[in-house]
């Protein structure tokens, strides 16, 4: 039985999920509540270094199959060591990224046929329940100038501009398939109320879930 409550964020690159996650990883806390805030891929030791051959710019590239096998391994990684212990005892689990990302950017960037995550979905978190997923949207081209005004880019974050919409639009359609579970927020306001949406929409869940 799962005790504790998983939120994820997803979003296109230079959304803000990452920061806004880490926020309310710092609200929560400061409520009281014992969470623990992770990333995918990553999170493990083994996951970050999957995470550190799927973000690397190969020389001869890596094709679609590839690329969702691995972001597959290293989840299966994170919820053996990290996510499934956590909810165990009763955290909340906030997690940069998580089933979502595979669909928009392997299913919809890549074109791979949604069967294919979906067995590897029943595969590696048959019984996983997500409680909230925050998909942060805004226009590609925004998103893109945001990231690389970062200064640092990944392999992600270079690709063209229509990688990207197919990913968006791909994100978009997750949230229509799941509308009980899916928020989507409008990441091109500013931080705070993006902040604010996100606050509010939590203790909802929280509120609802202590009834």
Same mark, same amino acid.
């Given at each position: 039985?799962?005790?504790?409550?998983?939120?994820?964020?997803?979003?296109?690159?230079?959304?803000?999920?990452?920061?806004?996650?880490?926020? #309310?990883?710092?609200?929560?806390? %400061? *409520? /009281?509540?014992? !969470?623990?805030?992770? &990333?995918?891929?990553?999170?493990?030791?083994?996951?970050?270094?999957?995470?550190?051959?799927?973000?690397?710019?190969?020389?001869?590239?890596?094709?679609?199959?590839?690329?969702?096998?691995?972001?597959?391994?290293?989840?299966?990684?994170?919820?053996?060591? #990290?996510?499934?212990?956590?909810? %165990? *005892? /009763?955290?909340? !689990?906030?997690?940069? &990224?998580?089933?979502?990302?595979?669909?928009?950017?392997?299913?919809?960037?890549?074109?791979?046929?949604?069967?294919?995550?979906?067995a590897l979905e029943a595969l590696v978190m048959p019984t996983l329940r997500i409680d909230l997923t925050f998909i942060l949207d805004?226009?590609?081209?925004?998103?893109?100038?945001?990231?690389?005004?970062?200064?640092?880019?990944? &392999?992600?974050?270079?690709?063209?501009?229509s990688f990207m919409q197919r990913v968006r639009e791909a994100f978009l359609q997750r949230a229509a398939q799941f509308p009980d579970?899916?928020?989507?927020?409008?990441?091109?306001?500013?931080?705070?109320?993006?902040?604010?949406?996100?606050?509010?929409?939590?203790?909802?869940?929280?509120?609802?879930?202590?009834?």
């Amino acid at each position: 039985m799962q005790a504790g409550r998983l939120i994820t964020f997803e979003g296109g690159e230079g959304s803000g999920k990452s920061t806004q996650a880490r926020l #309310l990883a710092e609200i929560l806390r %400061a *409520q /009281g509540h014992r !969470v623990t805030l992770t &990333r995918e891929p990553g999170g493990t030791p083994l996951a970050e270094a999957i995470r550190e051959l799927v973000l690397g710019n190969w020389a001869e590239g890596m094709d679609g199959v590839t690329e969702l096998l691995l972001m597959f391994a290293a989840r299966a990684a994170h919820l053996h060591g #990290l996510i499934q212990p956590a909810l %165990a *005892q /009763g955290q909340i !689990v906030i997690c940069d &990224r998580f089933i979502d990302s595979s669909h928009a950017y392997q299913g919809g960037g890549q074109g791979i046929d949604g069967t294919h995550l979906a067995a590897l979905e029943a595969l590696v978190m048959p019984t996983l329940r997500i409680d909230l997923t925050f998909i942060l949207d805004l226009p590609v081209a925004q998103g893109l100038a945001r990231a690389r005004a970062r200064g640092q880019t990944n &392999r992600f974050e270079d690709v063209h501009t229509s990688f990207m919409q197919r990913v968006r639009e791909a994100f978009l359609q997750r949230a229509a398939q799941f509308p009980d579970r899916c928020a989507v927020i409008d990441a091109s306001a500013p931080r705070a109320a993006v902040t604010r949406a996100i606050e509010d929409r939590v203790a909802a869940l929280l509120q609802q879930k202590a009834h």
